[in-house]
């Protein structure tokens, strides 16, 4: 996991953002994720004022700084990393993929510096004065349709990505839960008490040529059985067992 | 990327989906990222109809089906993950963080089987029963919040983001418009011309201590000179040589 420190080198940066609930969305993922470094930049206080006084607003949106201009929000950050959603402006700038782009960015962030991500408004991405403060651009690979002229993403579900991609090789943990397989042993006495039943049950008379030994141990070991569930396995076999024997007989 | 047939392997269900405006949210991050099959199990028909109906309504959700149960909804597909946010209920299945999840599914895809991705309703996840169709289950790697007993995202959001890994190692393009560099040779006439301009204009006799030839030349180099920029600066260099060299007594 990033420390706390090292999430609060990351500024995201709304720049003209009409949608409160988006305003709202974004601060719920930076949440969810650890960042707490939101700044606004909007002619109009409107959108964010609104998603302020939202009755769920997170300690995010009470901390959210806003900015005149790009410049100011920018200005103390050594990495600006601008986002489109590569329409068919003509580029001016380096552009890379989310998951390349995250590496520069964790670079940036071991050298020390702060790193402001710059998302645009839901209509008409960033400016190209907007696109000017930026170093380069990231995008979100995305499928192209061929009904859409301007592929974009939800600007709440756009920042998610973003920040998960940031946070995604630091965060993992390994097959929490995944449960211990058995041992050989007792998977060979499941094995033998899973012939014994095949034979009881007349299944290898039936049968004969799925019934090699062989077979049915790999048919055993292709359950995957886990350590936990292996005495169960065969409590269930002896049952069956015990029915075949003559159990059967007592109860009918 | 993937190709269409691929991405239609993977079946993204919402089970108990509240709110109508999430279930637009997960049509548009399926639509984004390619992906086609969305499946609804839901009592009331109510959220869905009221999302279908929406102005902006995405073709994925006029395709989407409902069914009346997980049972059915799961019943053509060959891998059945749940999604979770691990509260703190105990765990009866094993647990993928998102990364390892997605490498397993993109495995079962090569197989040639149907995925089923389980979304559970905004307000309580997947309840047990739920849980107990699913293989296994998969979380999103969050921050831990001391001030939130069930750490959980916007349906919309987790969606996407979930989306995004099962697409994002097929969907990388490299560096584009990552500009070529100049030439070794254009960056030592740009240096020789900058250290005529240093001395042109005073800047050696002061700082003499910056301007060897070797700290020049690596002063250059860390500009990192983009080949179609090179010739723009030496112009720069040649039209200050020109300022000081003469042209300025003209222009006073």
Chains 1, 2 share one sequence.
Not at 87 to 101: K, Q
Request: aromatic share 4%; net charge negative.
């Amino acid at each position: 996991m990033l420390n706390q420190q090292q999430l609060d080198q990351v500024c995201v940066i709304l720049v003209r953002a009409r949608n409160p609930n988006n305003i709202g969305a974004v601060a719920r993922a930076m949440h969810d994720f650890g960042f707490r470094n939101l700044r606004v930049v909007n002619e109009y206080a409107v959108p964010f004022a609104t998603a302020r006084s939202a009755v769920d607003a997170s300690e995010v949106l009470a901390g959210a700084v806003e900015f005149g201009s790009v410049a100011d929000a920018v200005a103390d950050c050594t990495l600006v990393v601008g986002t489109t959603a590569v329409g068919e402006r003509a580029l001016l700038h380096p552009l890379h993929a989310l998951p390349e782009a995250a590496a520069e960015i964790s670079e940036a962030m071991a050298r020390g510096g702060r790193v402001a991500l710059l998302f645009g408004s839901e209509k008409t991405g960033l400016s190209n004065d907007e696109l000017s403060h930026c170093h380069w651009l990231l995008t979100i690979p995305m499928q192209k349709h061929e009904d859409l002229r301007h592929p974009s993403m939800n600007l709440g579900q756009a920042v998610a990505v973003c920040l998960y991609e940031l946070v995604r090789e630091t965060g993992i943990h390994v097959g929490v839960g995944v449960p211990a397989a058995a041992e050989a042993g007792e998977v060979e006495r499941l094995t033998a008490l899973l012939t014994e039943v095949l034979e009881k049950t007349g299944y290898t008379r039936r049968h004969p040529a799925n019934c090699d030994e062989a077979q049915i141990r790999r048919l055993v070991l292709r359950m995957g059985v886990a350590a936990s569930d292996a005495p169960v396995w065969m409590g269930i076999l002896r049952q069956m067992l015990w029915k075949v024997r003559g159990g059967e007989a007592k109860d009918e």
